[in-house]
């Protein structure tokens, strides 16, 4: 069990992680989907697949996960029973700071495309292939099959996860670690649904952050006795799965280092945690975590990277590296900027597109 003051810690460390896990989110957006093979000749070019790889398409993968623990541990910290006024109490919260925000960001995604593109057209020059797409594309596909702000699946993945939180209830009450193992298992095996919103990465890391809250698991403490072994473990991992990078062994290795990784994050962030001004400032910092999840990818990152890729960083593989580094924190600070306007000028809207995490 875990006492006031190791839920205070968990609870310090966990915003402690917002801020540098959304940067983390920036770099994920950094590159395509689609992984490469790392070219190991010792070039320029070598550094640069080997470092983006690494950054973007693996440790990169730690950030959501992490973000549905989060969700899933104080969803369900204080809930010692179930019952149908629990549930719609919770439904209604998550109206407001789930279900408004994931709505309305993706409709400014869909105004900003239109606006962007009559202006383009008062120039003369074609629509682009967002606004092509929006107009060939049903309504449940923009706002919850894709969705049209593509970051905002992990907030889809969420709501679903907030729907289906009865079943974990139960299923962890009657089931207790066994249950667990049962969502490791399947999360293991890379096994997917295929329907939008149930994701087994949402599955496995909601479940675990809801394990840990409903039984109120002092996490710190085994992560504190084994913390060295499991960092040690998650950097093995994370060596191997970027070697193996757009390799079918890739996905399996990839979530065996988030496993451990997770924990080891937790590891380094308690030791930071001693350090009171970066303490401070991080935790000063997760206010607007949310903002600049939602809004990053609406033109600013494409077109910041855009217009480095006219500069003569475009024109060197180390260029390319440096601009790699560049980039998202131009990207961050240009929303950390709108984000501070907003709050001064018009913060009851702000509180709206955040669900109330601007507060």
């Not at 398409?57 to 149908?84: C, E, M, Q, T």
């Not at 925000?101 to 900003?112: C, E, G, M, R």
């Not at 207790?176 to 999360?187: E, I, S």
């Not at 980039?327 to 018009?346: E, R």
């Amino acid at each position: 069990m875990q006492d006031q003051k190791g839920q205070k810690a968990t609870s310090e460390i966990i915003e402690m992680l917002r801020f540098p896990l959304i940067i983390l989110v920036v770099f994920v957006h950094m590159l395509p989907f689609e992984q490469k093979s790392i070219p190991w000749d010792g070039t320029w070019y070598t550094a640069y697949v080997l470092i983006t790889e690494l950054i973007s398409h693996h440790i990169g993968r730690l950030a959501v996960p992490l973000f549905f623990i989060f969700s899933g541990y104080f969803f369900f910290l204080k809930i010692d029973n179930w019952n149908r006024k629990i549930y719609i109490r919770q439904i209604k919260k998550r109206l407001l700071t789930l279900l408004l925000p994931y709505i309305l960001w993706n409709f400014i995604f869909i105004v900003a495309v239109f606006l962007k593109n009559v202006a383009m057209k008062n120039i003369g020059l074609a629509y682009d292939e967002n606004y092509n797409l929006i107009n060939t594309t049903a309504i449940y596909d923009l706002f919850w099959l894709m969705p049209i702000n593509y970051p905002l699946w992990y907030l889809r993945d969420l709501i679903a996860m907030v729907i289906l939180s009865p079943l974990f209830f139960f299923f962890f009450k009657i089931l207790r670690g066994y249950g667990f193992l049962v969502l490791l298992v399947v999360y293991l095996s890379t096994w997917e649904t295929d329907i939008p919103g149930l994701s087994t990465t949402a599955f496995f890391y909601f479940g675990f952050g809801a394990f840990v809250g409903l039984f109120n698991i002092n996490v710190l403490t085994y992560v504190l006795s084994y913390g060295k072994a499991l960092l040690a473990i998650a950097i093995v991992a994370l060596c191997l799965t970027t070697f193996f990078s757009n390799h079918h062994l890739n996905e399996y290795l990839l979530r065996v280092f988030v496993i451990f990784a997770v924990p080891a994050t937790f590891y380094i962030f308690f030791q930071l945690r001693h350090y009171k001004r970066l303490k401070t400032t991080l935790m000063r910092l997760a206010a607007p975590v949310f903002f600049i999840y939602a809004l990053h990818i609406i033109y600013i990152l494409n077109w910041l990277k855009g217009g480095v890729a006219r500069t003569f960083l475009a024109n060197s593989s180390l260029g390319l590296l440096i601009s790699y580094f560049i980039v998202p924190f131009i990207c961050v600070a240009i929303t950390l900027g709108i984000y501070g306007m907003l709050k001064k000028s018009m913060p009851k809207t702000l509180a709206v597109l955040t669900g109330s995490r601007a507060n």
